[in-house]
């Protein structure tokens, strides 16, 4: 099986890890990660990424010159791609840029030029409800009346686009997996020593952007109900929400408990995971963001829950978005916005090393059984095989 997966996703070579695992599944197959050879990602990488060619056997990066280096719906690749289609003849195309995307559009169409009869397959996040307008109506309705399998990164973005008219075979599945070699659970001591973590000290974690629909707000107030116990705060990242953060703990007098680390390497994370009891996602759904077609924002997986999960820690979260359905029966789950009921779970396993035991264990064999690089990258083979049969 001959598997051309396109995404500017595949850059970060850490994110290459689940199309490497695809590759080893069977002798026969071959993946292509097609890139675009120059991207901007923004944010706290505001530069041009060069993309590198690589050969792995089985698994290569492949970059192409590319239209558009900063918006995923706009990237095009330039005619070099044509030269890589007649010679590779895949038997998926896989674009993961989202329903309404050109790219996606332009490798529909090139496969149809060349007569190569590949399975059209897309992947996507987006979880809100939308209304197109001309011309990206007739993009989106192009896109899907081609489509052969739709993979969703969570259940909502499948429903909606059901209700755009998508009636053919889907999945719900993760974009990447989790490194069960990196994520996995360690003691750190010298770690614990460093940020002045007592061993009798219970700590509520928490890792991504300082921003207010993350909730994290909502985290700290939940808090303040529960100085009778021993307890820190870890809180892993950077925002612009840092200094009311630090003033909200100041004025709910509990500002010695919070622990704030800035911008740490994500191949430390697992470090900072294994320091916690319980990692909390709070996140809350918003009106704030806008785009052409859509007003909101939910959460959309919580990567950050897969990977305590696999370092061994009980995890905690709002029921924003797809935040239940990737914690199942692994975890604590509240209603988003509710300071009290959350401070109601925090104080369940404060008072009950047990249950922390217990949701600690079904996070890990959850992880390892859904979450892992092998595990998304057989379920993924598994429904190209249905695809093609």
């Given amino acids: 099986m001959k598997i051309l997966v396109a995404s500017h996703t595949y850059i970060v070579d850490l994110n290459c890890q689940k199309l490497r695992e695809l590759s080893r599944l069977d002798k026969n197959i071959q993946v292509i990660a097609l890139v675009p050879k120059r991207w901007r990602p923004g944010g706290v990488q505001n530069k041009i990424i060069e993309s590198q060619l690589k050969d792995e056997g089985n698994f290569k990066?492949?970059?192409?010159?590319?239209?558009?280096?900063?918006?995923?719906?706009?990237?095009?690749?330039?005619?070099?791609?044509?030269?890589?289609?007649?010679?590779?003849?895949?038997?998926?195309?896989?674009?993961?840029?989202?329903?309404?995307?050109?790219?996606?559009?332009q490798l529909i169409t090139l496969n149809k030029l060349l007569g190569l009869k590949a399975k059209n397959v897309f992947f996507t996040w987006w979880n809100i409800p939308y209304k197109n307008k001309f011309p990206i109506s007739l993009l989106e309705q192009?896109?899907?009346?081609?489509?052969?399998?739709?993979?969703?990164?969570?259940?909502?973005?499948?429903?909606?686009?059901?209700?755009h008219g998508y009636q053919d075979k889907a999945i719900v599945?993760?974009?990447?997996?989790?490194?069960?070699k990196l994520f996995t659970p360690k003691q750190q001591p010298e770690l614990a020593t460093q940020l002045k973590i007592q061993s009798d000290e219970f700590v509520i974690g928490f890792v991504g952007r300082f921003v207010k629909e993350k909730g994290i707000l909502t985290l700290i107030k939940s808090l303040?109900?529960?100085?009778?116990?021993?307890?820190?705060?870890l809180l892993l990242g950077r925002g612009e929400l840092k200094e009311q953060i630090e003033t909200t703990a100041r004025e709910l007098g509990i500002?010695?408990?919070?622990?704030?680390?800035?911008?740490?390497?994500?191949e430390q994370v697992p470090n900072y995971l294994n320091l916690m009891d319980t990692l909390v996602l709070p996140s809350e759904t918003t009106d704030k963001f806008k785009t052409l077609t859509a007003v909101g924002w939910k959460e959309q997986f919580g990567?950050?829950?897969?990977?305590?999960?696999?370092?061994?820690?009980?995890?905690?979260g709002s029921d924003s978005g797809e935040i239940?359905?990737?914690?199942?029966?692994?975890?604590?789950?509240?209603?988003e916005g509710n300071i009290e009921a959350l401070g109601n779970c925090l104080g369940?396993?404060?008072?009950n090393p047990d249950l922390v035991k217990d949701l600690a264990n079904k996070g890990y064999t959850r992880a390892m059984e859904k979450y892992t690089n092998k595990a998304v990258a057989q379920k993924q083979l598994a429904f190209y095989q249905e695809l093609l049969n």
């Fill in 61 to 105: 990066i492949i970059p192409v010159d590319n239209f558009s280096e900063n918006n995923q719906g706009l990237l095009t690749f330039k005619t070099e791609i044509i030269k890589l289609f007649k010679e590779f003849k895949p038997d998926i195309i896989q674009v993961e840029q989202g329903a309404k995307s050109l790219g996606y559009a």
């Fill in 142 to 163: 192009y896109n899907l009346k081609n489509t052969h399998g739709l993979i969703a990164g969570n259940q909502d973005g499948l429903n909606i686009l059901r209700d």
């Fill in 173 to 180: 599945l993760p974009q990447l997996g989790i490194d069960e």
């Fill in 224 to 233: 303040a109900s529960l100085q009778e116990f021993s307890w820190k705060l």
């Fill in 255 to 266: 500002k010695n408990r919070l622990i704030l680390i800035e911008s740490v390497p994500h």
């Fill in 303 to 316: 990567h950050v829950l897969i990977e305590a999960m696999a370092s061994g820690v009980a995890v905690v």
């Fill in 324 to 335: 239940p359905h990737v914690i199942g029966d692994a975890g604590l789950i509240f209603p």
């Fill in 348 to 351: 369940q396993l404060m008072a």
